[in-house]
């Protein structure tokens, strides 16, 4: 389950991870919520009915970290990060629904791999070996748009951009540097291989 369109393009990326681990074949499928503040109203009432239908194996739910609405207390990142799942995933109460965040947007994955990017952006994006840093102060979604006006003179488009890019970007190598990005990964994993058994 998805806050937006601009999400529509990760099952592809998602799925590209998993299949190779897993015995039978997988499909993940996108429920968009158009907002997150329908995310937040509707989400845990969507995931039970979904999680009744016999074809479901399980419902992970993904919006951004920045944005989210959320009040996340003190600590580090990934403190609110554990904080926030925990809350989403008590109102829903199945074992088969997990919560996770972009951090702080899907866009921080893609910073994996400049190369993904023309040249003339990617020799101007942030140098990081944990993309998901590059923060709410200026988040990597608006760093991306600005280097697109700047470099290229056009309009970075987040639907179309972004479906581009994903299926570019190799998910081993997002995984091996986004550790939120892993923890969703890892649930994916985990769920199928227990739907397997």
């Known amino acids: 389950m998805v ?3 601009t999400e529509k393009f990760l099952p592809d990326f998602l799925t590209r991870w ?4 897993t015995t039978k074949p997988i499909a993940i499928k996108p429920v968009n919520f158009r ?9 845990a009432k969507r995931s039970r009915l979904l999680l009744a239908q016999p074809d479901v194996i399980a419902v992970v739910g993904l919006i951004d970290f920045y944005g989210s609405g959320l009040q996340y207390p003190d600590g580090t990142i ?21 919560q996770h965040f972009a951090v702080h947007e899907t866009e921080a994955w893609l910073l994996s ?4 990017f023309p040249r003339e952006v990617a020799l101007r994006l942030p140098k990081t070996t944990v993309p998901e840093t590059v923060n709410t102060r200026r988040p990597p979604s608006r760093r991306i748009r600005d280097l697109y006006r ?3 003179n056009r309009t970075y488009n987040k639907p179309l951009e972004g479906s581009s890019l994903f299926g570019k970007l190799d998910p081993e190598l997002a995984y091996e540097q986004c550790p939120h990005l892993k923890l969703l990964l890892d649930d994916f ?7 397997e058994q």
């Open 3 to 5: 806050e937006g369109e």
């Open 18 to 21: 998993v299949r190779p681990r």
């Open 35 to 43: 907002g997150v503040g329908n995310y937040m109203t509707d989400f």
């Open 78 to 98: 990934h403190q609110q990060y554990t904080w926030a799942k925990d809350i989403l995933e008590k109102q829903v109460n199945k074992p088969r629904f997990r």
């Open 113 to 116: 791999d400049p190369n993904i």
């Open 150 to 152: 700047l470099r290229l």
């Open 189 to 195: 994993l985990v769920l199928t291989q227990r739907a």
